[in-house]
């Protein structure tokens, strides 16, 4: 099935921002793991724990970074949209709040085999990405609700949709 090409450049532009904010926890990740070496060679010379812990930070900087480098034409929603649209059962936004405030934002699209795959969605604009994917998936249930995860939970092909005649 052809992917709507205004969709998929929709989609490029959020998971590259999603890619963006990896990078940056990449770097946060890497400026903590220097801070045990810096220390530890302040007070003349880092001990054994600070040096697993500057390795623990720098080994999750680099897997960030390998993540983040990864081509976002190949995020694995571009597959799921183009050979098994059909499969998309539901699709729903999730933030994630810190205090009052959004700190981040994905949209989900669930399939009937009951997988997950989330997709970056710049605050703001989930409702947006929302609804270009469930005009591309309109047979699938649009929207969260606990009652809505339940049935997915048990049964998730009985939230596909009839098409509208």
Avoid: C
């Avoid at 590259?16 to 220390?39: E, S, V």
């Avoid at 697993?52 to 930070?57: K, P």
């Avoid at 480098?69 to 571009?78: G, I, M, Y």
């Amino acid at each position: 099935m052809a992917l709507d090409p205004a969709l998929e450049q929709q989609l490029l532009a959020h998971i590259r921002k999603g890619k963006k904010d990896l990078m940056g926890m990449a770097i946060l990740a890497a400026a903590i793991g220097a801070l045990p070496f810096i220390i530890g060679f302040a007070k003349g010379g880092p001990k054994t724990g600070q040096v697993v812990i500057g390795i623990v930070f720098f080994a999750i900087a680099g897997l960030l970074v390998f993540f983040a480098k990864q081509d976002p034409a190949q995020h694995p929603v571009f597959k799921v949209l183009r050979e098994r649209a059909g499969d998309v059962v539901w699709a729903y936004v999730s933030t994630t709040r810190q205090g009052a405030s959004v700190v981040r934002s994905e949209v989900v699209l669930a399939t009937v085999d009951g997988k997950r795959l989330n997709v970056n969605a710049a605050i703001g604009s989930e409702q947006e990405l929302l609804g270009g994917l469930a005009r591309s998936v309109p047979h699938a249930t649009v929207g969260f609700s606990p009652e809505t995860e339940q049935q997915f939970l048990k049964d998730p092909a009985s939230l596909r949709r009839q098409a509208a005649v």
